[in-house]
């Protein structure tokens, strides 16, 4: 049995609407639901007032998803935004080469400048701000992230860090091997068995893809903590789980369909316990697992730790 999913506000979408050319759209050839979703883009557009309190809008103000349209490029999406650049890339890492955007491709847009962060169950606002190179008090001010206790921070709810920054990492490369083996053992274990798709590699720079079909059981490839269960499942890695292994390791474990019972963020998980089921969910390409494996935050291939 899966554990239950709990809707949360869904951020804006955007996209170009489908028109003949000359053809005028009118509030009489708009559905229900298309009137609500520009009532919604009107909402939006007012979220910086004053006024702006409510959940929904907060979550709104954060940022807006985007559906990529032909001739589209991060640059082009960044100035018709007003963002930099690198506020779209760093809001949407699980891109594996943004320059090359395909229509139908979905992203974040922050509103402003700064990086949306999902926070972790031992996280505090000054790590957070620590993290990206931003500041306590510019989260605090962000009337999106409603804040009202900096000591009680919610595990699994998004924070935005205005002018917040992403330093890349420095990339190894080493070649992966062409099929999970069937047995398992040593202290690292493949969390599935699948066909290698991807390796970690400076075009596939955070780590690795596994193929398999849907439903596929994840197991933890070593003993920890969880640290997150959720995800939306919408963009980027959607339904996704991060367990902490001490000493600075941590495991993602990400596009999942859905999550084993009882796995909860603060569960304590051993080597090889069923964490969660494959999927397409997020920002995929078909049925897969994409696997990380980061020391201290900085991603490393999985592959030599797998083979040991």
Known sequence: MLAEIQ?????????APGVSEGTIIGVADLT?????SRQLAIDASAVASEDASTEVAGRVSMYQNYV???GDTITSIAK????GRDYIVWNNLDLSDPNRLAPGDRIRIPYVEGIVHSVRTDDTLSDIARRYDGKTEAILDFKANNVPDPSLLQAGKEIFVPGGRIVPPTVSIRPGTPTVPLSQSGNW??????VLTSSFSAWHPLGIDIGVVTGTPI?????????FVGGDPWYSYGLHVIVD??????????????????ITTGSVVQQGDTIGYSGNTGRSTGPHLHFEIRVYGVPTSPIPLLDQ
């Open 32 to 36: 229900t639901d298309e009137l609500a």
């Open 189 to 194: 274990f493949w969390p599935l068995q699948g």
């Open 80 to 83: 018709a935004h007003d963002v």
């Open 245 to 262: 292994h001490g000493n600075g390791y941590e495991s993602t474990y990400a596009h999942m369909n859905g999550f084993a019972e009882g």
């Open 219 to 227: 197991v933890a490839t070593q003993g920890g903590v969880v640290q």
């Open 7 to 15: 809707a949360a506000p869904v951020p804006l979408t955007v996209s």
């Open 68 to 70: 990529v349209q032909s």
